[in-house]
């Protein structure tokens, strides 16, 4: 079992470019979420999704698109690239918000 | 005010002492609380749930103040390994909906040092 995975691990943006950061689960989780790490600022909810088809906004979810078409998967999309989203994010799944959250190895985005 | 703090610290402290952090949150309607630890350029994994009555894992004891707001994880005997940064996330339900949301402060660093 694979658990969380995340790709890619590194990217390099340039401003306007657009991206899709991927997520992919093994553990048949229905809770999935995304989070960015900023120093100072701590993780910080981006978008979640409690099961395919159903999705919702967190703390900071301009600038970012998602979708759940099936259990597995959670993408995340940045529409249009800005310095400002230079960050480290984390995708994480569980049973549910209330239980253990298992996190992916994250992907560290650099935006120039 | 932040729906969750902590002290960044960083705490500097040496092998086998006792060390103890503090969180506050400001949703008095937050349901359930967590810390997760988080060990540099990695992802955070559960350290310990943190229940009303209080819960001790081994060396990690975890306490939940609703009156007072906050929870508290104190470590015991520590070891180097325990250099890590402690994530406090409280649980909170949005008005108007059903789906919880995880808010995590923005962390304590520890470093345990010989």
């Known amino acids: 079992n694979a658990g969380v995975t995340q790709t890619p691990k590194f990217q390099v943006l340039k401003t306007g470019q657009s991206m899709t950061l991927q997520c992919a689960q093994d553990m048949n989780h229905e809770y999935m979420s995304w989070y960015r790490q900023d120093p100072g600022m701590g993780l910080r909810l981006i978008h979640y999704?409690?099961?395919?088809?159903?999705?919702d906004q967190g703390e900071v979810p301009n600038g970012y698109n998602v979708s759940r078409s099936t259990t597995e998967d959670f993408p995340l999309r940045l529409l249009s690239a800005a310095p400002s989203q230079t960050s480290v994010y984390f995708c994480?799944?569980?049973?549910?918000?209330?239980?253990?959250?298992?996190f992916g190895p994250g992907t560290r985005l650099t935006v120039l | 005010r932040k729906e969750v703090e902590q002290d960044p610290g960083p705490f500097n402290v040496p092998e086998g002492a006792t060390v103890a952090f503090n969180c506050t949150y400001s949703?008095?309607?937050?349901?359930?609380f967590f810390w997760y630890r988080q060990d540099c350029r990695k992802e955070p994994k559960l350290l310990m749930s943190v229940y009303s009555s209080g819960n001790e894992d081994g060396r990690f004891t975890a306490q939940l103040n609703r009156a007072s707001q906050y929870i508290s994880l104190l470590i015991r005997d520590s070891k180097l390994s325990d250099s890590a940064t402690y994530l406090c996330v409280v649980l909170s339900f949005a008005g108007g909906t059903s789906y919880g949301k995880l808010t995590f402060g923005q962390g304590t660093i520890l470093t345990v040092h010989p």
């Open positions: 999704s409690v099961g395919a088809g159903i999705t």
């Open positions: 994480a799944t569980g049973t549910g918000p209330y239980n253990e959250q298992f």
């Open positions: 949703n008095s309607a937050s349901q359930s």
